[in-house]
Nanobody, 122 residues
Framework: QVQLVESGGGLVQAGGSLRLSCAAS????????VGWFRQPPGKEREFVAV????????TYADSVKGRFTISRDNAKNTAYLQMNSLKPEDTAVYYC???????????????WGQGTQVTVSS
C-alpha cells in the first residue's frame, strides 16, 4: 500500500500559477505510476495528468495541455503538478493517486491522497 499526501493548493488569481506536490511513502513507490485528478464543485472526479514510474511517459487532459506539467523526483518520492495560466474553471479539489499500472481512469488507482483545494478567482 502507498500513502500519499498532497500539498500546495490555495487561492490564486486567474493567470497565476501553483505547484502541487504529492509526497509518497510505502513499499516500492518508485515503481508506481502517479496520476493527478480533480473534482470541481458539484461535478465528478476527472483526469488531469499521469506520469509513468520512470517519468518517461506522461499524458494530459486536453483541458490542461500546454498549461500544466507533471513531473516526479523519485529520489524524494514526490510527484508534482505545475499549473500555469490558471483559469476559474480549474477550481477543484486536486488528488494524486498511485498504481502499478498506467491509466487515465480514476477507477484504476488503488491509492489516493486526501486532496488539496485549488481556487482560481476571476
Amino acid at each position: 500500500q502507498v500513502q500519499l499526501v498532497e500539498s500546495g493548493g490555495g487561492l490564486v488569481q486567474a493567470g497565476g500559477s501553483l505547484r502541487l506536490s504529492c509526497a509518497a511513502s510505502g513499499r516500492t513507490v518508485n515503481t508506481y505510476t502517479v496520476g493527478w485528478f480533480r473534482q470541481p464543485p458539484g461535478k465528478e472526479r476527472e483526469f488531469v495528468a499521469v506520469i509513468s514510474a520512470s517519468a518517461g511517459t506522461s499524458t494530459y487532459a486536453d483541458s490542461v495541455k500546454g498549461r500544466f506539467t507533471i513531473s516526479r523526483d523519485n529520489a524524494k518520492n514526490t510527484a508534482y503538478l505545475q499549473m500555469n495560466s490558471l483559469k476559474p474553471e480549474d477550481t477543484a479539489v486536486y488528488y494524486c493517486a498511485a498504481d502499478p499500472g498506467y491509466s487515465v481512469k480514476a477507477a484504476s488507482y488503488r491509492s489516493w491522497g486526501q486532496g488539496t483545494q485549488v481556487t482560481v478567482s476571476s
